[in-house]
């Protein structure tokens, strides 16, 4: 069936129709925070940003928290130098400056071309989009298979090392050309193949510090679309390098795979379209394998993995993405083989070119759809990865707020903000003070989307886990909400907290209020949780939701 192509697709992205430099000042310039004209003016290096009092020690939990500014990215993105994606890096980058983003990693498929080939010449066009982007923190990375699981996103700063890092990385450690895939529980190599993953992170976190890399992250990507991430093999992840192995997406990429008229009637948003097999965990539930409200289940859910995994008083951060291939009614097609070359001896697909006819995808261009902004003080490479690995970090769908700034405030003028920890003494008064940034301009579907609710959803901490497979957090509930429909401009709640008892973790969530109900646990859990939609009717700019790390409270005499 034939569809006109919407406005919101934007076929027409390649660099020669956008304006990146205008653009980028336009955004930034309306965009809420700290930098406002003066960062859209300034030319980099910008100069550093003043922490409050107290801000450098906030994460380890003292004083009072920093001024944040958020910068928007996303940390997974695919170009030709992928078997199974279509566009160049200049279509890519200018699409990321065009829908607003500050930063952004290229993640290519590992496979013998991409190792052998593609790393290299990949990085020549990284050097070359870096120049003609100056005003965008463009990072090399690369998708990894973990062995016996899914597949993570690993990257570094720039710099001397940052191609052999991923090569040799790639070589020694995928699980793709290792042939080390195997990870149903009764598996003979299921065992070697969980080793190798937990050997990787060591490796990289010796990378870091014997300083062949400035830094290395490594974020674990669509977690829950196959099930075969189990809940023991994430913590042995994180406890394994847990500077280098920070958390996992939120919610996946293809969050455009489930429009109704453009895909066939199965499809669920970020193409968990899977059923359990003989690799998945046999724990999870079979609702585990699809998205609600566009978000993976082990975030979606109250008191669910990521819930039980911050329980341990244990960061674990989430992001959001486009991991973009082919986006949804585009008109660009890959060009032909010239004769006698393929991917495996050229390390790249033939560019793509225009046909003017759209094209079947489930993608949305980087930043067009999902956003991650990450509060840092210093505007940076370096930075951005530390307020990643911080924890300061929250994660919207639909462009469904302009910004958000969370922070725990005691009596005794200490506070924390997201990834941080406050240190309250026992039965100190805690307040919880959320400013929102309303929406202010029209997203790319052409709506003002309106916010409508704020939730608090609250933990206790017990400690590590007895059960390293275990998926509950049982003392995890949603606390409170707060009604904010029609609200615009920047406003802030005051919601009082209780008084410091046990150590425990605040998160928010919020939605635009169009599709929620019973949580996966129960309405005496979550009573208006985001909920999966009917396969083949997931218009995701009609259940858009936004999610935020946490911000822990320890208690001290």
Known sequence: MSHPVPEWADPQVPAESLDPQGLSRRGLMRRAGLFGAAFAAASLPLPALADSPGGRSQGH???RAPDLVYLVGDHHNHSVYSHDAKYTFSQLASAGQKFGLDWMVFTEHSNIGHAELGAAQEHREILKARADNKRMLIFQGLEWYIP?????????????HEVDLLTR????????????????????????????????????????????????????????RLGIDSPHEMRGWRDAAPEIMIGMEGAPGAQAGAIPGWHPDTNIRGEYTNSPSADSWPGYPREAYVTYGGFDWATATVGGLWDAMLAEGKLFTITSNSDVHRVAQDTWVNGAWPPGQ??????H????????????????????????????????????????????????????????????????????????????????????TVTVTAASRRNPYGVLPSLEHVDVIRGAVRGPAADRDEWHAPDTRLAHTADVAGRRGTYTLSIPVGRADEPFYLRLRGSDGKR??????????????????????????????FYTNPVFVDIVR
């Open 61 to 63: 939990g003292h004083g």
């Open 148 to 160: 016996g699981a899914e597949h993570c996103t690993v990257f570094s700063p720039p710099g001397r």
């Open 169 to 224: 990385f790639e070589e020694a450690f995928d699980g793709k050309l290792l042939g080390y895939t195997a990870g149903a529980p009764t598996h003979p190599d299921t065992p070697r193949n969980e080793a190798h993953a937990v050997k990787a992170l060591k490796w990289l976190a010796e990378q870091r510090r014997t300083r062949y890399v400035d830094d290395v992250l490594v974020l674990a990507n669509h977690p829950m």
């Open 342 to 347: 393929n991917f495996d001896n050229t390390g």
């Open 349 to 432: 697909v033939p560019d793509p070119y225009n046909s003017t006819e759209p094209q079947p995808g489930g993608d949305f261009w980087p930043g067009q759809f999902s956003r991650t902004h990450v509060g840092v003080t210093r505007y940076g490479y370096r930075q951005v990865m530390e307020g990643l690995r911080a924890g300061r970090v929250w994660v919207d769908h639909g462009h469904l707020i302009d910004g958000i700034d969370v922070k725990v405030r005691g009596e005794h003028g200490n506070s924390a903000t997201l990834g941080g920890r406050l240190r309250a003494r026992r039965g100190e008064k805690l307040t919880l």
């Open 516 to 545: 929620h109900g019973k949580g996966f646990l129960g309405a005496s859990v979550d009573p208006h949780g985001p909920l999966p939609h009917e396969p083949g009717k997931g218009n995701p700019w009609l259940d858009t939701w």
